[in-house]
């Protein structure tokens, strides 16, 4: 959706990844991020390597790659992967940082000036949504990264937080410039999700 995602690129070396080569991709976000700022919020740039993202351990990574990516350049790795069934462990590597994430939000939201307030509003409405997705990964078994359908999914398991998830989504629209109304939902959602995700996550 125009101007209302992040567009989000991983590279896959064949080696570790050099300073210099982190440098280049930093920089070459940055550009994108500005060619392409009437369509993505943002341009972000991971990487990783070969052997790591090929490693048996790394069972989350390559389902992310399998079920939610596709390949833009060069081989498509995707074929020596899954098919995934959800589980409580890629759902807790996904958004298990949630109490964290939460921490450092709250902090921009007292201490930020507007546009930082704005933009934190924005930013943690999407990642409770998807924290709240998460959460229900294994019993709803659906694979997604559209926030609108993250949030379908959510109320046809958590129907009694469906005004929270139509607020989050609406506030990613149009931020409220009432910062009582944003911190009260916030602290009252980050703090329900940091005591209850893990628990939740892993019930069928």
Same mark, same amino acid.
């Given at each position: 959706?125009k101007?209302?995602?992040?567009?989000?690129?991983l590279?896959?070396?064949?080696?570790d990844?050099?300073?210099?080569?982190k440098r280049?991709?930093?920089? %070459?976000?940055?550009?994108?991020?500005?060619?392409?700022?009437?369509?993505?919020?943002?341009?972000?740039?991971?990487?990783?390597?070969?052997?790591?993202?090929?490693?048996?351990?790394? /069972?989350?990574?390559?389902?992310? &790659?399998?079920? &939610?990516s596709?390949?833009?350049?060069?081989?498509?790795?995707?074929?020596?992967?899954?098919?995934y069934?959800? @589980?409580?462990?890629i759902?807790?590597?996904?958004?298990?940082?949630?109490?964290?994430? /939460?921490?450092?939000?709250?902090?921009? %939201?007292?201490?930020?000036?507007?546009?930082?307030?704005?933009?934190?509003?924005?930013?943690?409405?999407?990642? %409770?949504?998807?924290?709240?997705?998460?959460?229900?990964?294994?019993?709803?078994?659906?694979?997604?990264?559209r926030l609108?359908?993250?949030?379908?999914?959510?109320?046809?398991?958590l129907?009694?937080?469906?005004?929270?998830?139509?607020?989050?989504?609406n506030?990613?629209?149009?931020?409220? @410039?009432n910062p009582?109304?944003?911190?009260? %939902?916030?602290?009252?959602e980050?703090?329900w999700?940091?005591e209850?995700?893990?628990?939740?996550?892993?019930?069928?």
């Amino acid at each position: 959706m125009k101007k209302k995602s992040d567009l989000d690129l991983l590279v896959l070396f064949r080696e570790d990844v050099s300073e210099q080569e982190k440098r280049r991709l930093n920089v %070459l976000g940055q550009s994108l991020s500005k060619t392409y700022v009437d369509d993505f919020r943002e341009v972000g740039i991971a990487f990783t390597n070969y052997d790591y993202t090929m490693d048996p351990k790394n /069972y989350d990574e390559q389902a992310f &790659l399998k079920e &939610l990516s596709i390949c833009v350049e060069g081989n498509d790795l995707r074929s020596y992967f899954g098919p995934y069934r959800l @589980t409580s462990e890629i759902a807790i590597r996904f958004n298990g940082d949630i109490n964290a994430v /939460y921490e450092r939000a709250m902090k921009r %939201l007292y201490h930020g000036d507007d546009e930082e307030f704005r933009q934190t509003t924005i930013a943690f409405a999407r990642k %409770l949504i998807r924290t709240y997705y998460s959460m229900v990964m294994l019993r709803s078994q659906i694979w997604t990264t559209r926030l609108h359908e993250q949030a379908q999914v959510i109320v046809q398991s958590l129907l009694e937080k469906s005004s929270v998830i139509k607020t989050l989504l609406n506030w990613i629209d149009e931020p409220p @410039t009432n910062p009582f109304v944003v911190l009260n %939902l916030y602290e009252q959602e980050g703090n329900w999700l940091s005591e209850h995700f893990h628990r939740e996550a892993k019930k069928g």
